[in-house]
């Protein structure tokens, strides 16, 4: 199956700092979905975008779908030590023979420091 | 409270075992899946079902074996025949086939011996 590049692979922050993270594609996307996996535990769906060019914000985070519906981008503004762990993009395709699937990205793994 | 849950949280395998993974959702979701996941990796679709007594193979299906007998349950059964078991296994249910849905069980760490 194909997957999505994501990066950075992994981020070492501060607290306070701002983080941005995107993953890319060769495939049309007709949804971008990214979640928050902390150590041991399953993910959790953070934002949902549904329409090219859209920007949606949930508190301090806010994620943009691509206007070629192949990209996506994830901000966290001034981070928190909780902001810890892995942070996965995933798209539903838009056509072909993936039709309907979802495809993770790889994730970024995110430490910050107190 | 509504949710998924899986059991083991870890389970140990010997070389030649069959091992069955559980999970089980009480959202009254029609479909569920089951993802692998590994280090450095995104999560990879090993199988999933959109009906009771119905599952589709997904990327990774070899030395899997899964049944949906039931609408909340849906286990993974991790065969001798897949030769590198040693993984994290999520779980996740969604409202049809609506998969932005799809909520996720705590997973199991499955170790080989």
């Known amino acids: 199956g194909q997957q999505l590049n994501q990066s950075p692979q992994s981020m070492f922050i501060q607290e306070g700092e701002d983080v941005s993270m995107n993953c890319t594609s060769s495939?049309?996307?007709?949804?971008w979905l990214w979640y928050k996996q902390d150590p041991g535990e399953g993910p959790v769906l953070l934002i949902a975008l549904y329409k090219a060019g859209e920007l949606t914000s949930n508190g301090r985070l806010t994620a943009q779908f691509g206007i070629t519906r192949k990209d996506s981008f994830l901000n966290i503004s001034a981070s928190i030590p909780s902001d810890v762990g892995i942070y996965f993009c995933?798209?539903?395709?838009?056509?072909?023979?993936?039709?309907?699937?979802?495809?993770f990205g790889q994730g970024t793994i995110l430490t910050v420091h107190p | 409270d509504g949710g998924i849950t899986q059991s083991p949280k870890y389970l140990f395998r010997k070389e030649g075992q069959n091992v069955t993974l559980s999970c089980e959702q009480n959202l009254n979701h029609d479909a569920m899946y089951w993802y692998r996941q590994d280090p450095g990796q995104g999560l990879r679709l090993i199988y999933y079902s959109q009906i009771v007594n119905d599952f589709q193979k997904g990327d990774i299906a070899e030395g899997y074996s899964v049944s949906r007998e039931k609408k909340e349950s849906f286990p993974l059964t991790v065969t001798s025949a897949q030769k590198n078991p040693t993984a994290f296994y999520l779980c996740a249910s969604s409202i049809n086939n609506v998969q932005e849905t799809q909520y996720f069980g705590p997973g199991t760490r499955l170790l080989v011996l």
């Open positions: 995933a798209g539903l395709h838009a056509g072909g023979t993936s039709y309907g699937k979802l495809t």
């Open positions: 495939s049309i996307f007709n949804t």
